[in-house]
């Protein structure tokens, strides 16, 4: 396939996602070679409020817990 | 005449046991929170790891590491637990399952040191557990 730069050196990748990452050689003979790289997923922490419920202490999340993978995460354990 | 009451039993906490306990947000929270009432805590290194590994595991609960610790202080020290050591070597503990044994251990762990093994898994066959229902 054939792509051209436009006048700020962008080609366009017809199968290439939105925030896919490539790795760009570029070789003496001017060829350049993409590889996609892994995804990078920077999973957000959760944001733990500590609360107090009478004389004990909890943690509260912002989100609410899969428990689906909890079962999971147990069973794999250790 | 009134019954005698009965001792109070001290129970060894699974990890089931303080992830339902400690996150607010978990569905066995009430459950957990509840069947504490009342109750001696012990802690072993095993459970408190197990806490903290699926605490902070990104697909799991995703805290950040330093709140899961923080967390876990505060529920020992708020349930005045005492701490012991996982001083049963792993020989002596006898699952029949690969599954198993994590939580056989835990139970004869529990056994050793005059207690019982709280859990909400219903799946250990072992005379020391008490499943939280």
Known sequence: MTVVADHKKRVILRLAKPGDRFDVQVCSDGKFTLTRLEPVNPARLAKVRIEKRGQFHVGVLDHALNEEALKAALAEFP | MNPMPAPSQTHLLDVNVLLAAIWGNHPQHAKAFAWLSGKSVLLCPLSELGFL?????????????????????????????????????ALESHPEK????????????AAKHGARLGTFDTSIAHASVDVIL
């Open chain 2, 53 to 89: 590994r699926i605490s902070t595991n990104q697909r799991v609960i995703n805290a950040p590491m330093e709140k899961a610790r923080k967390l876990l202080d505060q529920f020992a020290k708020d349930r005045k637990a005492e701490r012991i050591a996982d001083d049963l070597a």
């Open chain 2, 98 to 109: 690969s599954e198993k044994v994590t939580d056989h251990y835990l139970a004869d762990l």
